[in-house]
């Protein structure tokens, strides 16, 4: 359904309708209701607000409706809605009554979470059709699609996933991109077909991180691997003495803070991750290719390196 077609019209014959006119005006005094949505919305501060409706409208096309109204557990009072907004919800519960409603983008991802949690499958079917239709804006895609991931939409996921490939250049340059989850991020870097060479996706997934040494002298690394990223970010004060290794010709500082375990082997590099996943910060003071530097893995080479770093007991890594 397109926004250009989601005005509700009203016919003054048709009960369903005059039912619904009822509900839409929230007319207490002739509408009989008998059932009461209390929505507390996402603000605590905010007061909460009381949605009527006819039980005899829901139930029949929500099992999850019909048990929470006439099941064992059945609510004495009013339902209580506690993660969408009033304007969403009584969007939705108009659906319940019409069978459409005004889907917008500014709402379809509260549609798609409601008719899932209330399984109205019709609902969400029309929320796909819509997001298939409209979700091709730069914006916006990176959240439709962590939502679409949630709740299986495979007509739009499809739609989104051809427009990310065709526009991934510009969207590694929005602002939203900065802020999405470290999967989505290596889901676009696993697509094919994208129109962004791997030079371009690793400048846009990058982050600074610095070292800290007890002296206050500092080094620094790009890191595109969003998996030590994810480690470094999430780092406790007291995880911050790494564990130091001298072997023959080699300099090792290890934090005890796992990044995943290594997929490759590349003696070329600074920041690894050892074989059991430990952040590691390796110094080859002469050979590089000694056998205990192999068994780490690359993360990023260090750069801008103070000429008197020494890392040690109290080195701090963060991500910058």
Same mark, same amino acid.
């Given at each position: 359904m397109s926004e250009q077609h989601a005005k509700i019209f009203l016919t003054?014959?048709?009960p369903a309708h005059q039912r619904y006119k009822f509900f839409r005006d929230q007319n207490t005094e002739e509408g009989h209701f008998d059932d009461t949505e209390d929505e507390s919305g996402t603000d605590e501060n905010e007061p909460s607000q009381q949605l009527f409706a006819h039980s005899f409208t829901l139930w029949p096309s929500s099992k999850v409706f019909e048990k929470t109204l006439f099941g064992p557990l059945a609510n004495q009072g009013p339902i209580p809605v506690i993660r969408h907004t009033?304007?969403?919800?009584k969007e939705f519960l108009t659906f319940m009554y019409l069978g459409y409603c005004n889907i917008t983008i500014k709402n379809v991802l509260a549609l798609v979470d409601l008719g %899932? #949690? #209330?399984e109205v499958k019709?609902? @969400?079917d029309q929320c796909d059709e819509f997001l298939t239709k409209n979700s091709t804006k730069i914006e916006n895609v990176l959240k439709? #699609? %962590?939502s679409l991931k949630i709740y299986s939409l495979e007509n739009a996921m499809k739609k989104v996933m051809e427009f990310v490939a065709a526009n991934t250049l510009a969207i590694l340059k929005t602002y939203e991109f900065l802020e999405v989850q470290? %999967?989505?991020i290596l889901d676009i870097v696993k697509m094919v077909n994208l129109n962004a060479t791997q030079e371009e996706i690793f400048e846009a997934v990058k982050r600074s991180v610095q070292f800290t040494d007890q002296h206050g002298r500092k080094a620094y690394a790009d890191v595109s691997d969003q998996a030590a990223i994810s480690a470094i970010q999430n780092? @406790?004060?007291y995880e911050y003495n790494p564990t130091y290794f001298f072997n023959k010709n080699s300099e090792i500082w290890k934090w005890k803070k796992s990044a995943g375990r290594p997929e490759s082997i590349d003696p070329n590099y600074y920041l690894t991750r050892d074989s059991s996943g430990n952040l590691t910060l390796y110094n080859p003071i002469i050979d590089s290719k000694n056998p205990f530097f192999c068994t780490n893995a690359i993360i990023a080479k260090l750069h801008n390196v103070d000429e008197k770093f020494a890392p040690g007991s109290g080195c701090k890594l963060e991500v910058i």
């Open positions: 003054t014959t048709d009033y304007d969403d919800f %899932e #949690y #209330y019709l609902l @969400k439709v #699609y %962590e470290k %999967e989505t780092l @406790k004060s």
